[in-house]
């Protein structure tokens, strides 16, 4: 997401087998389907997160009105946070899904605040 004075990143990261309960689940998938092709993982857990960042870019509205949201992207690895950004970061359930929800923001100005 992107407004006038800060950007910010939502994440969420899981094993690939927590990520696939959670699609099938969104998706109203059956165990006897099949499994999914890592494109179409790609797909629906990006708009996971897209769901998500609704939900944030709704609350953050109220302080920040220009804030406007980009697309999802689906990364496969090891997250690292640039010097410039704060983070926080939170574990969260789905039932048996253990995911972490990350936080990332950037002042436009480049300063942490």
């Known amino acids: 997401m992107l407004g006038d004075q800060n950007s910010i990143q939502l994440g969420v990261a899981a094993s690939q087998e927590h990520c696939n309960i959670m699609v099938r689940s969104m998706l109203g998938m059956e165990d006897d389907e099949g499994p999914l092709s890592e494109s179409d993982l790609s797909d629906a857990f990006g708009e996971i997160v897209n769901i998500l960042a609704g939900s944030l870019k709704t ?3 109220s302080t920040e009105s220009t804030m406007v949201l980009g697309l ?9 946070v640039p010097s410039n950004m704060e983070m926080g970061a939170a574990l969260v359930r789905w039932g048996a ?3 972490t929800l990350f936080v990332l923001k950037k002042h436009q100005n480049g300063e942490k605040k």
């Open 72 to 80: 999802p992207i689906v990364l496969w690895g090891r997250i690292e």
């Open 97 to 99: 899904v253990e995911a």
């Open 59 to 61: 609350r953050v509205d």
